[in-house]
């Protein structure tokens, strides 16, 4: 999850390569478009996220099972963590398919071409569900779930509720205003990428209890010294 984060935001390299689009009027999806010269490389990068992302709700989702089964946990929040992986796994499975429908064009540079392309804009409202559905489902998980997951129930909220209107911001193009949209969809990437990093650091904490047992972080109640049996 923490190398989804990075390669969720390579974007980025947009800035050090020459895609002759401009990153405040254009969707980050315009880099890997069918005619784009480097598609290539930004639709592998995505590939290979989506891949990680994919990979790492699997394996999370049996890992937090296996901790909860142990610690005792109740089945309704182990439902809601349950389904936040697969959440998950639903927006690498609608990523990579955002790769694989590209765009025709770019419609930030070239005339007569369309923002609206149906498969991608579905893919990709499919993916915006997806991180929505998995961040509201694991926050719920992370409250009602209160020793676990402290990462997500701290700052989990404050990321959708900013990645919401991020998003909302983006869908100018989509029903005739362009302009000014790239600026929110990076953001909201970025945020995303954040909420990849807190997954990861909860991940990698989990994996320490696990590694410690069942019985880890509890006290231990120290043993009281019987009194010696009297001989006499």
């Not at 990068?45 to 610690?71: K, Q």
């Not at 997806?130 to 009602?144: C, D, I, K, Q, Y």
């Amino acid at each position: 999850m923490a190398a989804a984060a990075l390669l969720y935001n390579g974007w980025l390299l947009e800035f050090v390569l020459p895609t002759g689009l401009d990153p405040r009027h254009s969707y980050v999806s315009e880099l890997y478009a069918a005619d784009q010269p480097l598609r290539w490389l930004f639709g592998g990068i995505e590939s290979v996220c989506a891949v990680l992302v994919g990979g790492g709700a699997l394996l999370a989702g049996g890992t937090a099972s296996d901790i909860r089964a142990r610690a005792g946990i109740r089945a309704r929040t182990d439902w809601w963590a349950r389904a936040g992986w697969w959440a998950l796994l639903g927006l690498a499975l609608s990523s990579l398919a955002d790769v694989y429908l590209p765009m025709r064009c770019a419609p930030s540079v070239e005339p007569g071409c369309e923002a609206v392309h149906p498969w991608h804009t579905a893919t990709s409202a499919l993916a915006h569900f997806f991180v929505f559905a998995s961040m509201a489902l694991l926050g719920r998980a992370a409250a009602t779930d209160a020793p676990r997951m402290p990462l997500i129930r701290r700052w989990g909220t404050w990321v959708l509720v900013l990645a919401l209107p991020t998003a909302v911001c983006t869908v100018g193009p989509l029903i005739g205003r362009p302009g000014w949209h790239g600026i929110p969809q990076r953001a909201h990437l970025t945020l995303v990428g954040a909420w990849f990093a807190l997954l990861a650091a909860e991940l990698a904490g989990s994996s320490r209890q696990k590694d410690l047992g069942p019985g880890a972080g509890r006290e231990r109640v120290p043993e009281v010294a019987q009194p010696a049996a009297d001989g006499g």
